[in-house]
C-alpha cells in the first residue's frame, strides 16, 4: 500500500437511469478545494441475454468517458464497475443477486441464479476517474457517476426436464501451475423445480465421490506434480451433469541468480555493514521527493516508491548522497502487487491490460483505492509485473521491496480462496524476474512461508514484529496455519525474521538483511528518552530488535513513512 499523506476527495455524481429514463443529480465534493467534473456517458443503458435461470445478461448500451479536467490536472485511472441485484414485482426491497462475484469490475455480465427468478434484475454502472491535482505532493481527487437499470420483467425459470447445472465460481488455477494444492467452488446449482433440488458431489482425480458442503468449496488437498482433475456432479430427477476442470502441476521453478546489468554489477543487500551492525535504512514510500540523511543521521539504504521516485532522483542518491558506511547509498524500488486505483497503470476492464478485472478482489485493510489480486492468474498478470518491475530497471533502482504478497490470507478479505502454493507459484516467478534484470528482491511480511521465501529473495521487509511478538522463529515454534508448522530456525519450516538475516550465502556472508518497522501511530514502541514501561521503552525494544546476532535494521518511523519521523536503532539517532 502506498503510505503517502495524500489529499485525496471523493466527489461524486449520481445519475438514475430507469427503463430508458436518466434523471441528472448535482454533483458534490468532499474535503476538495475545487470540484472535479464527473464521468460522462453517452447513449442508453439496456440489458442483452437471457432473462431465465442459468441464462447470461449483459450490461450494454453505455459509453463512459472522463469528464473534461481543469489545466494542469492529469487522469490516473478510469473504471467502470458493476453491481447486479434482484427486487420484488415493484422493484423494491433489492438485493444482492444470487450469483454475483466477488470481483467488482468483472460483472459486465452476470449469470442469473436460481434464486432469481421470479424477481426484477438491477445493475448499476458506475464509472470512477482517479486524477492528480498536484504533482508536487501527489494529491488526487476520485469521482465518480452511476446508470442504473431496472427489468420490466420478471427472471424466468430453468426450463422444464432440463439436466441440472453448476459452474465454478471464484476463479481456477491456470491451466499449468507450480501450487501443488488449490481450492474450488462452485455456484448454486441451476434447475427446474419440478425436477426436485439438485444434490452435487465432487471428486479429485477420480477418487471417491464426496458430498458436496455447505459453502460448496472443496480443497484437494497436496498433489504431485502431473496432470489432474477435479469433477462436480450436480442431480435431480431429470439426470445428472458433470462439470470438469482439468490442469497440470509443475514442480516450482528453481531460484535464479542475479545476472548482472549493463554498467552495474548485482548488489547483495547485508545483514551487517563494515562496523559490524545491522545496515542502516530510511523507509520514505511516502514522499514524492526522497529526503537525504546526512552526517550522523546518514543510511546506506533508501526504500523508495518506485512510480513516485525518477530515475534522476535514483542517480543522485547514486552519485552525490551521503551513505552511512558505503561509498554511497543504494536504492530499493517499492513495488505493490496489489491494484491501486491512483497508478498509471490501474485502469481495469474485461481488456485491462496490466489489471484484468477478473484478477481484482476485495478492498486491502482500510485502503479503499486498493484492492486484493488474484496470484493464481499468473499469465493474466504478467504483463503487470514484468513492466513493473522493468521500470524499477530502467530508474536504476538496486533492489526491488513486493509487497501485499500474501493474498492467501484471509479468503474472507481477499475474495479469493487461495493457497500458499499459488503464491509461490507467482513469487518464484516474480523474484527469478527481479534477478534476470539485475537486480536483488526483498520479502515483504509473510512470516509462514518465510522459510520458503529466503531461497529466492535476498532480505526482507518486515513491519511490526516487535508489537506482534513474532521477530524471530522462536516465537513462532510450534504454531500452525495454512498446512504449515513452524519450527525452530534450525528446521525445516522457521516462520521468523531471523531465518533471512542468519542465512548466510556466497554473497551474503554475514546473512541476509532485514529492515523491521515499528510505527507511532501503534502507540506501544516510545520515543528515544521517553519515559513508560520496559517492554514499551525504545532502549527495550532496540536491544529485543536490532541487538542479538540475528537481529535487524530496527526503526520507529510514522505510518505515513514520509520521513518526518526517524528513530533508528540503537539510540534513535
Known amino acids: 500500500m502506498l503510505r503517502l499523506a495524500i489529499r485525496a476527495a471523493a466527489g461524486t455524481a449520481g445519475f438514475a437511469l430507469m427503463l430508458g429514463t436518466i434523471a441528472a443529480m448535482p454533483a458534490s465534493s468532499v474535503t476538495s478545494a475545487r470540484s472535479i467534473p464527473a464521468p460522462r456517458h453517452r447513449g442508453s443503458l439496456r440489458m442483452t441475454g437471457s432473462l431465465r435461470d442459468g441464462g447470461v445478461v449483459r450490461a450494454a448500451g453505455l459509453r463512459w468517458r472522463p469528464g473534461r479536467l481543469p489545466r494542469g490536472d492529469r487522469l490516473l485511472s478510469f473504471e467502470v464497475a458493476y453491481a447486479w441485484s434482484a427486487c420484488n414485482a415493484r422493484g423494491q426491497r433489492c438485493r444482492r443477486a444470487a450469483d454475483s462475484t466477488a470481483t467488482p469490475f468483472a460483472a459486465q455480465q452476470y449469470l442469473i441464479g436460481h434464486a432469481d427468478a421470479g424477481r426484477r434484475i438491477a445493475v448499476t454502472q458506475t464509472a470512477t476517474e482517479v486524477v492528480e491535482t498536484d504533482r508536487a505532493t501527489f494529491s488526487f481527487q476520485a469521482s465518480s457517476a452511476s446508470a442504473r437499470l431496472l427489468t420490466s420483467a420478471k427472471a424466468g425459470s430453468y426450463p422444464a426436464a432440463r439436466l441440472p447445472s453448476t459452474e465454478f465460481v471464484d476463479g481456477t488455477p491456470e491451466r499449468r501451475t507450480a501450487s501443488a494444492q488449490e481450492y474450488f467452488q462452485v455456484d448454486a446449482p441451476h434447475y427446474n423445480g419440478r425436477g426436485g433440488t439438485p444434490r452435487q458431489w465432487y471428486r479429485v482425480d477420480r477418487r471417491s465421490w464426496r458430498p458436496m458442503t455447505a459453502s460448496r468449496l472443496f480443497y484437494t488437498g497436496k498433489l504431485r506434480p502431473g496432470r489432474h482433475r477435479v469433477e462436480v456432479r450436480t442431480a435431480n430427477r431429470y439426470g445428472s451433469r ?23 554489477s548485482c548488489w547483495y543487500p547485508q545483514h551487517l555493514a563494515a562496523d559490524h551492525r545491522p545496515m542502516r535504512w530510511d523507509w520514505q514510500i511516502g514522499r514524492v521527493m526522497p529526503l537525504q540523511r546526512t552526517g550522523r543521521h546518514a543510511v546506506d539504504i533508501y526504500d523508495l516508491d518506485g512510480f513516485l521516485t525518477s530515475r534522476a532522483q535514483v542517480h543522485a542518491l547514486h552519485s552525490a548522497w551521503q551513505a552511512s558506511t558505503l561509498r554511497r547509498p543504494k536504492a530499493i524500488c517499492y513495488v505493490d502487487l496489489a491494484w491501486e486505483d491512483y497508478r498509471p497503470d490501474a485502469s481495469p476492464g474485461p481488456r485491462g491490460r496490466y489489471f484484468p478485472a477478473a484478477a481484482l478482489g476485495g478492498i486491502y485493510y482500510g485502503y479503499p483505492q486498493e484492492r486484493w489480486v488474484d496470484l493464481r492468474q499468473l499469465d493474466a498478470l504478467r504483463p503487470m509485473l514484468d513492466e513493473r518491475l522493468r521500470m524499477c530497471a530502467r530508474k536504476g533502482f538496486d533492489a526491488v521491496e513486493l509487497d501485499d504478497i500474501d493474498s492467501f490470507d484471509p479468503p474472507s478479505t481477499t475474495g479469493f480462496h487461495l493457497t500458499p502454493g499459488d503464491a509461490q507459484n507467482f513469487l518464484a516467478e516474480a523474484f527469478n524476474e527481479i ?139
Open 242 to 264: 458433470i462439470l470438469t476442470f482439468r490442469w497440470r502441476i509443475l514442480p516450482l521453478p528453481r531460484p535464479e541468480p542475479c545476472r548482472a546489468a549493463a554498467r552495474r
Open 435 to 573: 534477478h534476470r534484470l539485475g537486480m536483488t528482491g526483498l520479502w515483504k511480511n509473510s512470516p509462514y512461508l518465510s522459510w520458503w521465501g529466503r531461497h529466492y529473495a535476498d532480505g526482507a521487509v518486515v513491519e511490526e514484529c516487535y508489537v506482534d511478538h513474532s521477530c524471530l522463529a522462536s516465537s513462532l515454534q510450534g504454531s500452525r496455519q495454512y498446512g504449515i508448522t513452524c519450527t525452530g530456525l534450525t528446521g525445516p519450516t522457521p516462520c521468523g525474521w531471523n531465518d533471512f538475516s542468519a542465512d548466510s550465502t556466497r554473497h551474503q556472508r554475514t546473512g541476509k538483511w532485514v529492515g523491521e518497522a515499528e510505527y507511532s501511530a501503534d502507540h506501544y514502541v516510545c520515543d528515544p528518552g521517553q519515559s513508560c514501561s520496559y517492554r514499551r521503552r525504545f532502549a527495550t525494544f532496540c536491544h529485543a530488535v536490532y541487538g542479538p546476532t540475528t537481529g535487524f535494521a530496527a526503526v520507529k518511523f510514522d505510518a505515513d513513512l514520509d520521513g518526518k519521523t526517524f528513530f533508528p536503532c540503537p539510540r534513535g539517532t
